[in-house]
């Protein structure tokens, strides 16, 4: 069964209570938080004090995905305001294992999150020291971007690196996850599908979480 962790981009955040509560109820599995800051990625989307406020809806894993630039400077910030997760991105971080050092220490599960055109290759040396891999399925610093199709590849890529080696890293799946794609996206060896507009502009959100946590 894949890990569910809707995008809570796509809620309303006018009613974002009910928002969290409808999660609570479903079987979502996780709930996914995307910082963005205007210089990584070209949108703003919230920082730790949202975050903190979503924690405190929730006992499920905050799993929170920085775009952002020197995210080194941000990472106590959002071990205080709950993270379970923290990903920072390989294209935002030339010194990543300082990085992945500083939120293994600060007590967070550690993920690198990867741009559409970054090889799998680049996450070699890398992959033993992390929890997750986020690959981004669409071009960062947007919801409701269509899936772009080459990910099937490096997700079977990705899978046989973490095979081969032993290890016990999660493949996590950015952008554009539909009922559609996601059977594929499953087959080629992904543990965790990120869905906002999938799960947030569904008539019946909970019954979607549903759907996709049943798929083989
Ligand atoms: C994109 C974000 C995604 C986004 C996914 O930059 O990292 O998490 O919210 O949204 P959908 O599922 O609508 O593509
Ligand atoms: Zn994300």
Known sequence: MPIVAPSLLAADFLKLTEECQMLNES?????????????????ISFGPMIVEFIRKTTNKVCDVHLMILEPEKYAEAFKNAGADYLSVHIEACPHLHRNIQQIKSLGMKAGIAINPHTSISALSDILRDIDLVCMMSVNPGYGG?????HTIEKIQQLRSMINERGLKVLIEIDGGVTLENAPSIIAAGADV???????????????????????K
Do not use: C, R, Y
């Open 27 to 43: 079987e979502a599995d996780w709930f996914h938080l995307d910082v963005m800051d205007g210089h990584f990625v070209p949108n």
């Open 145 to 149: 971007q269509k899936f772009i199709p």
């Open 193 to 215: 599908l990120v869905a906002g507009n999938t799960v947030f502009k569904s008539a019946d959100p909970k019954g979607m979480i549903a759907e996709l946590k049943a798929i």
